[in-house]
């Protein structure tokens, strides 16, 4: 089947601005006719469009593969909080640190923050179901905010976030009532028709998380409140950090990035790093240079001084220098040789 892609502008959260993934590997592989695929959903995810009675769900939808696949979904997040769950085969999936082949009636759960990835390189033959809840933050520290159409009770939901919150467990061994629920996600998936099932879909969702809370209210589950501490969203901004150091921060980007303020986020980075933030940024931007001075010797010093975000090349060959007690020119030099 041929799934589309809307091209829908980026969304506001909290009043950050956010872009939804767009899965274009399993659109590609539904459009080669790879796999079977239906997905409803919003914003840049692909599928047919969700309509307003859902606001809240991003995307919804399964992938059926019943031959070898070339395709998988590298690392990534989403906006909000995604339950996966696989039907039959296996399906290779990393979160964080932890790789895992998922099995029948395993269910994932992963957070806003927390980094993922189906296949290692290429997802497994399989039915794969998943659903994405907005609920309105991005960082551990942020309160979480349900639908309103999430009709659980203010005490069960208050638990049941409570457990998601401040436990990183992540991959569960479910039982036939989750395996029905999902099958029965799918069917009413199949059927929908411009909304039609949307009733049926907030009650099937409805009932997933009570069956979720179910299987996570029990005396194994370790409860940690430090999971919620600003510090640990300040952690993981420095972390992602890496991989956009040539994008143009200042303080008020970089705690505005984080969800905190810029007092808070320069307190936590102290303590974190023993740098303030620009300090920091600084650091990171010159260990960056000195690994593409290496690796890139026909690049010029203003090339290598964009690359890691320094406006002039002169003014990256000062802080250079003030770092390395050297020019960029005589690393390379030195270094290469």
């Keep these: ?31 080669r006719k790879k796999i079977k695929a239906k997905m409803l959903s919003r914003h840049t995810y692909p599928g047919d469009r969700l309509d307003d009675n859902t606001l809240g769900l991003n995307s919804i939808g399964y992938w059926d ?49 927390e980094v993922h990835k189906v296949g290692n390189p290429y997802v497994g033959m ?18 979480w905010t349900w639908p309103d159409w999430i009709t659980l009770t203010p005490n069960d939901l208050r638990r049941l976030t409570t457990i998601l919150r401040q436990n990183e467990k992540s991959i569960l061994k479910t039982n036939k009532e989750v395996r029905n629920c999902f099958i029965n996600i799918g069917k009413a ?36 409140e430090s999971l919620t501490e600003s510090s640990r969203s300040v952690n993981f901004f420095l972390k992602e950090l890496e991989n956009s150091l040539a994008e143009n921060w200042n303080i008020d980007l970089m705690s505005h990035s ?24 600084m650091m990171r931007r010159v260990e960056m240079s000195k690994k593409i001075l290496l690796e890139s010797g026909d690049f010029t010093i203003t090339e290598v001084a964009y690359q890691c975000g320094f406006t002039t090349g002169q003014y990256f060959s000062s802080v250079f220098k003030k770092h390395e007690k050297c020019t960029p020119n005589q690393y390379r030099k030195k270094n290469l040789n």
């Design 1 to 31: 089947m041929k799934q589309s892609i809307q091209e829908i502008q980026p969304y506001r959260a909290g009043g950050i601005v956010y872009h939804a993934d767009k899965c274009l590997p399993l659109v590609d592989a539904a459009n």
């Design 65 to 113: 593969a019943h031959e070898p696949q070339d395709w998988g979904l590298d690392w990534h997040r989403n906006e909000g909080i995604e339950f996966h769950f696989l039907e039959s085969g296996t399906m290779p999936y990393s979160q964080e640190n932890r790789e895992e082949i998922l099995k029948p009636d395993y269910l994932t759960i992963t957070r806003p923050w």
């Design 126 to 143: 399989g039915k794969f179901y998943w659903v994405i809840i907005d609920l309105g933050v991005r960082r551990p520290h942020q309160a």
């Design 189 to 224: 998936l199949d059927q929908d028709k411009l909304g039609s099932n949307t009733s049926k879909i907030r009650v099937l969702i409805n009932y997933l998380l009570i069956l979720i809370l179910d299987l996570l209210n029990t005396d194994d589950i370790v409860l940690n």
């Design 258 to 281: 984080a969800g905190v303020g810029v007092t808070r986020f320069t307190y936590h980075c102290k303590q974190l790093t023993n740098l303030t933030p620009m300090r920091y940024l």
